[in-house]
């Protein structure tokens, strides 16, 4: 039987041991992914934030950004911080009302009354206390709110009030919050996916649609449609949402994932903003009607709908969010 020398024994040894050092010391990766490309601000708020955070954790952790559903679409996503295969998602508030159905109420028409109300908002007590209830549900933490922005009306005609929508076949996304809106007005709102929509109004497929401005040019909607009516009948938000498992993990370092994720939305929701002001006059130099709504007479004939039974929150919800200045 052959004896193993003391110098290989010392040197196996000693090589092992920095091994195991080193899988010690790796710095763990905590995934965010998000379904927008990455020409957006939301991306680059995310890669802000991955920076942000790697930094105040001396890299002991590394946050990675998986952008343009590369880790799956959107129900994929919220499914995997429960599983714990992403850590961080963007995600609608519609995605968040499947959990907790009052937190959806943003997303509704006309109950927000533009930037400086979900601003504040985003940081009220009922937002807070809406929030609590979605993480008693889904076991997620809301790290905070990005501002999406305004969805306006396209169409090949002005449509100036209620009357304009009338039988207008408008394409929306396949959920209440976005159909209540047409569905008041007299138009009929005809789900679609996303990615048919550009073809679907060049053929006539659908006289209109809705989405904000940024959205509006990144899709090249102005290129088959000649107006822009300023309906701002829905304010979006996106939530940043993060899984239990990873708030687990973290310790002490979870703070400083929520300040550089509150950073993030922060950077986002300004870009938005800003872009918003300044597309109004790039459509308009393309050639674009862009029109200034009277958006009155559209608040009246939705706000029934908000006030009815069956909505997925109580009236003392709606009021309060109504009351916030």
């Not at 954790?57 to 994929?76: C, H, I, W």
């Not at 999406?148 to 009338?166: E, F």
């Not at 006289?207 to 088959?224: G, M, R, S, W």
Request: glycine share 6%.
């Amino acid at each position: 039987m052959k004896t193993i020398s003391p110098k290989i024994l010392i040197a196996t040894t000693i090589a092992m041991s920095c091994t195991l050092s080193g899988i010690a010391g790796a710095a763990q990766t905590i995934k965010f992914a998000h379904v927008y490309e990455t020409s957006t601000p939301y991306h680059a708020a995310a890669l802000k934030a991955a920076k942000d955070f790697n930094e105040a954790t001396d890299n002991r952790f590394k946050m990675e950004v998986y952008p343009a559903s590369q880790l799956g679409k959107e129900v994929a996503l919220n499914e995997g911080l429960s599983l714990g295969t992403v850590d961080i998602i963007y995600t609608g508030v519609a995605f968040l009302g499947q959990s907790y159905g009052p937190i959806s109420i943003s997303d509704y028409p006309f109950t927000l009354r533009g930037y400086e109300h979900w601003q504040a908002y985003s940081k009220s007590d009922l937002f807070t206390e809406m929030a609590s209830e979605y993480k008693k549900v889904s076991g997620n933490t809301i790290a905070a709110l990005t501002y999406y922005g305004a969805r306006h009306v396209t169409s090949n005609k002005p449509i100036l009030s209620p009357a304009d929508m009338l039988n207008l076949k408008i394409r929306t996304p396949n959920a209440p919050a976005y159909q209540m809106f047409p569905q008041a007005t007299g138009a009929n709102p005809t789900p679609m996916a996303f990615s048919e929509v550009y073809l679907a109004l060049q053929q006539g497929v659908v006289d209109a649609q809705e989405n904000p401005l940024p959205t509006i040019k990144f899709k090249k909607f102005y290129e088959v449609q000649t107006n822009i009516n300023l309906t701002s009948h829905i304010i979006n938000s996106l939530g940043i949402v993060v899984s239990p498992i990873t708030l687990g993990k973290l310790g002490n370092d979870a703070d400083k994932l929520m300040s550089a994720l509150e950073s993030a939305a922060k950077q986002a929701s300004e870009e938005i903003v800003s872009s918003e002001k300044e597309l109004v006059g790039w459509f308009r130099s393309q050639g674009i009607k862009v029109n200034e709504v009277d958006r009155a007479p559209f608040m009246a004939a939705v706000k029934p709908k908000l006030t009815a039974t069956g909505t997925p929150w109580s009236k003392s919800i709606y009021q309060r969010l109504q009351d916030i200045k």
